[in-house]
């Protein structure tokens, strides 16, 4: 089985007429819009948009194949769509999906197994690597060319060099 990967959810109805609102997590909203074989999580149901407009930022107004009512596109409200990994583009050096991150294994620059891979985050100030060391809570550490300064896809290993921590002073309220 090849690796199916999340590219949008859908939201809410638009109108009465079948379209439905798309939230795009490609890295150009637009381009989901132009991408095959889109399909549920389990590949059961597949999608053709036949129209795309955006409406703000990664936020779409679709049409889709097939759907041609309100309540047909409010059946749809939630469902994440998913395409197979290979059918994306290829990626530009430095460049990585995030299901080609997860389950790496983290290690130090000496190694030294650090936990693996659960997950990448991002609040709005970048991206964020959630590992999962052996015992104990997870690690975050930024998703930069500074903390994780090597990554091998081959060996399915990351070089991470963990931030210093420093102690904060205490200092008296005045």
């Known amino acids: ?18 379209e439905i ?4 997590f490609t890295g150009d909203p637009m381009a989901i819009a132009h991408y095959t074989g889109l399909g549920d999580e389990k590949g059961r149901q597949n999608f053709r948009i036949t129209a795309a407009r955006p409406i703000k930022d990664d936020l779409l107004i679709v049409r889709l194949n097939g759907i041609a009512d309100r309540a047909a596109a409010q059946a749809l409200t939630n469902v994440d769509i998913y395409m197979e990994r290979a059918n994306l583009p290829q990626t530009n050096e430095d460049e990585f999906y995030h299901s080609d991150l997860i389950g790496l294994t983290a290690q130090a620059q000496d190694g030294a197994p ?3 891979i659960l997950r990448v985050l991002n609040f709005g100030a970048g991206d964020i690597l959630e590992i999962q060391p052996q015992e104990g809570e997870t ?3 930024a998703f930069t060319k500074a903390h994780v300064p090597h990554i091998d896809l081959q060996s399915g290993c990351v070089s991470v060099v963990p931030p210093v921590e420093t102690e904060a002073k205490e200092e008296p309220v005045q």
């Open 114 to 116: 650090i936990g693996t």
């Open 21 to 24: 609102r798309l939230k795009s």
């Open 1 to 18: 089985m090849t690796a199916r990967i999340l590219v949008g959810r859908f939201g809410a109805p638009h109108g009465v007429r079948g």
């Open 139 to 141: 690690l975050l550490i």
